[in-house]
């Protein structure tokens, strides 16, 4: 599954910016996915709480931002950007510990209902996922030519592994629990569900294995949860299409049905483990 590379030339400014711009891409559609997610079910819950704007704003700018790094082909580290990508991990944070706070105020505390029905534990977190790796990013663009790149004195291409391997599972245990409450009555609903775990486990074999490798099959497994992930989208709006009205009456199966903005965050994460596969590819000791 792996091959080792004859020689490794060493890491150039190009090959960092390349990467760091990947990075940017992937933090984006992470951004862009809890944007569009988030709006939705907050306007759900009719902005109840002014503190549900908070996402809303954050991820728009993390998305804007995200969009400016993947243009720009300058090496070292943009202050703006580094701002956006850590509100945007400050306020998943926060956002995670509203929506636990959420799950437990209900009758009943941690149980099933409460966890199918109250406020998606998971959601938050793909901001911060969005923030953490667009502040790799920056640090990616922000290394010296010529020397592997590290993030808090760790190798980039390994951590970034090991984190899209993270993000990955957390996605997974979302959305198992949420098709579990829909009984998995489509057998394309094993998908998310089986797909990922094997892409997690080839990045944590990327993060602590030998560097130097040509991973050919976790690139392309890697590629394969990028597409599962676009697919997804198609299938939610398969499930909003199936309920009473269809999409004539879009304004209330948006809200009933499957989340449309969910899946591409399947296809964020993984090419941010594409992102990683390049460095390490590049440099073994990144």
């Known amino acids: 599954m792996a091959r080792r590379s004859n020689a490794v030339a060493p890491l150039r400014e190009a090959d960092t910016i390349l990467a760091a711009r990947r990075l940017n891409r992937?933090?984006?559609?992470?951004?862009g996915s809890v944007l569009a997610d988030s709006a939705v079910e907050h306007y759900r819950g009719s902005f109840e709480n002014p503190a549900m704007y908070a996402p809303l704003l954050s991820a728009a700018?993390?998305?804007?931002?995200?969009?400016?790094g993947v243009s720009d082909r300058r090496a070292g580290a943009?202050?703006?950007?580094?701002?956006?990508?850590?509100?945007?991990?400050?306020t998943g944070l926060i956002g995670t510990g509203f929506h636990v706070y959420n799950v437990t105020k209900r009758p009943g505390g941690v149980s099933w209902l409460n966890l199918f029905y109250g406020a998606p534990l998971g959601a938050p977190f793909a901001l911060l996922l969005s923030g953490v790796l667009g502040f790799t990013a920056e640090r990616v663009r922000d290394n010296q030519p010529g020397k592997a790149p590290r993030l808090l004195g760790l190798p980039a291409g390994r951590t970034t592994a090991a984190l899209s391997a993270l993000g990955l599972l957390g996605t997974v245990g979302e959305v198992g629990l949420l098709h579990f409450r829909?009984?998995?009555?489509?057998?394309?609903?094993?998908?998310?569900?089986?797909?990922?775990?094997v892409a997690a486990g080839l990045l944590g074999n990327v993060a602590a294995g030998p560097g130097g490798t040509d991973r050919w099959f976790t690139r392309w497994w890697l590629h394969l949860t990028a597409v599962l992930g676009i697919a997804g989208v198609g299938f939610h709006a398969l499930g909003v299409s199936r309920n009473m009205g269809g999409w004539r009456n879009w304004s209330q199966n948006?809200?009933?049905?499957?989340?449309?903005?969910?899946?591409p965050?399947?296809?964020?994460l993984a090419l941010a483990g594409l992102a990683a596969l390049g460095l390490l590819q590049d440099h073994p000791d990144a």
């Open 26 to 31: 992937a933090a984006g559609l992470l951004a």
């Open 61 to 68: 700018w993390s998305l804007a931002m995200s969009g400016h």
């Open 78 to 90: 943009h202050l703006v950007r580094d701002a956006a990508y850590l509100l945007a991990g400050v």
């Open 182 to 197: 829909g009984a998995y009555q489509n057998p394309a609903m094993f998908l998310p569900v089986t797909v990922p775990p």
């Open 254 to 263: 948006l809200l009933s049905g499957p989340p449309i903005p969910a899946p």
């Open 265 to 268: 965050s399947f296809t964020g």
